[in-house]
Structures are given as structure tokens and as C-alpha cells.
């Protein structure tokens, strides 16, 4: 799986697969190598989509899924104005679930300091 975080997805076909085998894992620790695969997309729809997830109740995602999701698609150098524009688009059903725990992440991934 290493090799999904430095692939720089293109494909919708690529895409597709590992955001199956995300639907389909159970362990905690191969579901975030599927997020940081997924959010390494050169594809803007993709990282949208995947942001979307962030705000989806019926992904039943877990909040720290939540926080990688933002703070991977953050990491991807295509995906930092893709994931502040979401964020702004969606600050208040964001803030009202989810205020801290993704604000400190992502604050944290532009280098602000929070106590």
C-alpha cells in the first residue's frame, strides 16, 4: 500500500478500486492507508468527493477519519485550495459537529500553534 501514497492517482479506474477496498475494510490501521492513497489524487473531483465524505453521514465514518481525510488532502500540494474551499463552504455544518477536532488538525498542518 505504500506505493498508493506516492502515486499521485490519475485514474478514475485506480480511484475507484481503492475507494472500494476502503468501503470494504474493517481495520482502522488499512483504512487510513486507503484514505492517504485516495487523497493523493491529481484529480480535483476526486479530492472534492473524498472531502465530501467528511460531511456524509452515511459514510458512518469514525472523526478521525474525518480529521485524515482534511489533513491528507492538505498534505496533497493540488488538494491545499481544494480542501480550504471545502472547509469554507461547509464551516458551519462543520463547526457544529466537529469544531476541534478538525480545527486543531488542520491548523496543525499549516503550522499555526494552539494551545
Known amino acids: 500500500m505504500s506505493s498508493a501514497s506516492d502515486c499521485g ?6 480511484w475507484t478500486f481503492f475507494e472500494d477496498y476502503y468501503n470494504e475494510e474493517t481495520y482502522s ?4 492507508k486507503y484514505l492517504r492513497g485516495l487523497s493523493c ?18 459514510k ?4 478521525t477519519d474525518r480529521v485524515q481525510i482534511v489533513q491528507y488532502v492538505i498534505d496533497n500540494p493540488i488538494g491545499k485550495d ?6 469554507d463552504n461547509n464551516f458551519e455544518s462543520l463547526f457544529k459537529k466537529y469544531i476541534f477536532t478538525i480545527l486543531k488538525s ?5 503550522g499555526v500553534i494552539y494551545d
Open 9 to 14: 492517482l490519475k485514474s478514475n479506474e485506480i
Open 29 to 32: 490501521v488499512a483504512k487510513s
Open 41 to 58: 489524487s491529481q484529480n480535483p473531483e476526486h479530492l472534492t468527493k473524498l472531502l465530501s465524505w467528511t460531511t456524509d453521514p452515511s
Open 60 to 63: 458512518n465514518l469514525h472523526d
Open 82 to 87: 481544494i480542501a480550504f474551499e471545502y472547509l
Open 106 to 110: 488542520v491548523l496543525s498542518s499549516v
